[in-house]
T-cell receptor, first 110, second 115 residues
């Protein structure tokens, strides 16, 4: 199993702005997942992108995957204060355990 | 629908005391089960992973152990807690089988403070 590295580690923006966070990994993958964690809570799955997909949308979320660069990005458009949370990526090569990195802390100021 | 229950939500225990955290999943069978720990302001550390009863992998050698007495029950234990065991413990499950990992569902977590 491998873990992703989120970048930046922290981001502070104003409500209405877009937030972009990146995830890099080291070996080939089958899919990559993004999760959100509100303070003091469990993680919530946001989106899963497979290795044969380049882009995926879910509401205000847009995820891209570049397997040649071994990286993924999560874009949150028109951010809201409620988007304040930590975000984690989890790259996976197969049906193995899910390993998470340190995450990225997003603060959206009203 | 599937649900995951994790308890207790908070726990304060003295050093040297035992620990038992319980996690149960409803509405599915033969789930993959996970225990993670998150230190304050840090990422998630995978502690244990189970693909079935009596099939538990330990990811980090430490003061903790895990058991799966029933298909949908996962217990995290310690015989003697250390100060360093303090943290936020999360249980999670995902659907078993298939070639690829699928979405994981997390419990609400247990905040453990060892004093």
């Amino acid at each position: 199993s491998q873990q992703g590295e989120e970048d930046p580690q922290a981001l502070s923006i104003q409500e209405g702005e877009n937030a972009t966070m990146n995830c890099s990994y080291k070996t080939s993958i089958n899919n990559l997942q993004w999760y959100r964690q509100n303070s003091g809570r469990g993680l919530v799955h946001l989106i899963l992108i497979r290795s044969n997909e380049r882009e995926k949308h879910s509401g205000r979320l847009r995820v891209t995957l570049d397997t040649s660069k071994k990286s993924s990005s999560l874009l949150i458009t028109a951010s809201r204060a409620a988007d304040t949370a930590s975000y984690f990526c989890a790259p996976s090569r197969g049906s193995e355990k899910l390993v998470f990195g340190k995450g990225m802390k997003l603060t959206v100021n009203p | 629908s599937q649900t995951i229950h994790q308890w207790p939500a908070t726990l304060v225990q003295p050093v040297g005391s035992p620990l038992s955290l319980e996690c149960t999943v409803e509405g599915t069978s033969n789930p993959n089960l996970y225990w993670y720990r998150q230190a304050a302001g840090r990422g998630l550390q995978l502690l244990f992973y189970s693909i079935g009863i009596d099939q538990i992998s330990s990811e980090v050698p430490q003061n903790l152990s895990a058991s799966r007495p029933q298909d949908r029950q996962f217990i995290l234990s310690s015989k003697k807690l250390l100060l360093s065991d303090s943290g936020f413990y999360l249980c999670a499950w995902s659907r078993a089988g298939g070639r690829w990992n699928t979405e994981a569902f997390f419990g609400q977590g247990t905040r453990l403070t060892v004093v």
